[in-house]
């Protein structure tokens, strides 16, 4: 199972929010490329970037930062916010961008969806199903839709859509455990490739989660809890490099770039 530390960027700084809160925000650094660096050092095999500005505004922001960070490190790098347009799919189609996270135009404009899937192909595209109470939320966490977390997930993987990128907004940030429940039955029911996100805190959180591996769990999401220091990356690793029941399999070495 992989492990994707996150680095959110609103403002050119590398900030976490709780719950989605704009208002409720803490800055970790003002460098998110010495971020990347630092997480890739301490052993990250992948980075998750999020335009926090673009998600908001519904156009990339941060897109050049993200692109330096693409090229700074030598794992895959996949970002969201923002990607809502023809310009922004061609803005990650010609980068070192490994996959482009879409959110509210893969709720909101399937047309959108269904051309992001000819440009990029499914292999580099993750499509994030933000959900609170059941419902999805867009633009940003800011708005909820009339759509439920399990029909849009069928409709996904109708459309041809591989992977998804699940986040209970109500953990997010949280430091309060993971929804096990939810992410169990979206996996059972959904057929996609799962990257579970919102609320880890312990290492506790990362073994159950990796025993919903052979249910379609491939990765899971890492914030504040690496900020704050709960776990390392190494410890996170030592973890899901188990295979459920608890054996660890030998590790592979290095990792292919981002355009690879």
Request: hydrophobic share 45%; aromatic share 4%; net charge negative.
């Amino acid at each position: 199972m992989r492990l994707i530390p996150a680095i959110d960027i609103r403002g050119g700084k590398c900030v976490r929010l709780r719950k989605g809160d704009f208002a409720d925000e803490t800055v970790f650094g003002d460098d998110p490329v010495a971020m990347a660096e630092r997480w890739v050092r301490e052993g990250a095999r992948f980075l998750h970037v999020v335009d926090l500005d673009g998600a908001r505004e519904g156009v990339p922001r941060n897109f050049a930062l993200i692109q330096a960070v693409a090229e700074a490190v030598a794992v895959p790098v996949e970002t969201g916010g923002g990607i809502r347009s023809e310009v922004a799919l061609q803005l990650v189609a010609g980068s070192r961008v490994a996959k482009a996270v879409l959110g509210t135009s893969a709720v909101d404009d399937e047309s959108f969806l269904e051309r992001a899937l000819a440009v990029l192909g499914p292999a580099r595209l993750v499509v994030a199903v933000d959900a609170e109470d059941g419902f999805v939320k867009t633009k940003g966490w800011q708005e909820r839709s009339g759509v439920r977390v399990p029909d849009l997930a069928l409709r996904l993987r109708e459309l041809g859509v591989r992977e998804i990128l699940y986040t209970d907004i109500s953990r997010d940030g949280m430091m309060q455990s993971v929804d096990l429940t939810g992410i169990r039955e979206l996996a059972e029911n959904s057929g996609l490739e799962i990257i579970a996100s919102g609320g880890v805190t312990s290492l506790d959180d990362l073994r159950a989660l990796r025993e919903l591996a052979p249910l379609g769990v491939t990765g899971v999401i890492a914030g504040r809890a690496l900020y704050e220091e709960r776990f390392t990356v190494a410890e996170a690793l030592a973890v899901l490099d188990a295979a459920p029941g608890g054996v660890v399999p030998p590790r592979a070495t290095g990792a292919p770039r981002s355009d690879s």
